[in-house]
């Protein structure tokens, strides 16, 4: 995960073939994430087809073996991607239908409001993306490797809610 995207791409592609060919169900069990990997490093390399390749592969992976916040994570993720190869109303819809199940689970995801408010702001509506943008703020603020780690981000997104 910490190195470039293409050391990335080599060890996790190993490691996937690795855990495709075992016939041990706990080692099988990477997948997921090796596949989740590998999107995420193509990402990073700007690669977003192939990002969301492997992304939705990892989606398929986790609604077929993992519980159900793993596959919400991996929806979100590929919802994430879509946003970038410009498919902004498609990422919205499913950023939208997601906030819906964290909301009734009373689990409610900054990260969902944040990309909600990604999307809205794309398509224009930034008087929409606001109320989204705090909500983001306000839970995320809470997260302290996020407000260590990336405080530029948590500082965009207390601005563009509204907060002075």
């Known amino acids: 995960i910490v ?5 990335a791409l080599v060890w996790n592609s190993q490691a996937l073939a690795l855990a ?17 990997n ?14 969301l390749t492997y992304l939705e592969r ?15 994570i991996a929806r979100w993720c590929v919802a994430r991607v879509r946003r970038d190869l410009g498919q902004v109303a498609e990422a919205l819809a499913e950023q939208q239908a997601l906030r819906a199940e964290y909301e009734a689970l009373g689990t409610p995801s900054g990260y969902v409001y944040e ?24 839970l995320l603020a809470q997260d302290a490797w996020l407000a260590a780690e990336e405080p530029e981000r948590v500082e965009r997104l207390r601005r563009l809610g509204g907060s002075e």
């Open 3 to 7: 190195s470039p995207p293409d050391e």
């Open 20 to 36: 495709g060919a075992s016939a041990d169900a706990r080692t099988r069990r990477w997948e997921g994430s090796l596949l989740n």
């Open 38 to 51: 590998i999107g995420w490093a193509y990402h990073a390399a700007g690669d977003f087809p192939a990002a």
């Open 58 to 72: 990892a989606l398929t992976f986790r609604r077929q073996h993992g519980p159900p916040e793993q596959a919400r």
């Open 115 to 138: 990309e909600i408010a990604e999307c809205l702001a794309l398509l224009g509506d930034e008087a929409a993306a606001r109320p989204y943008f705090a909500r983001a703020y306000a």
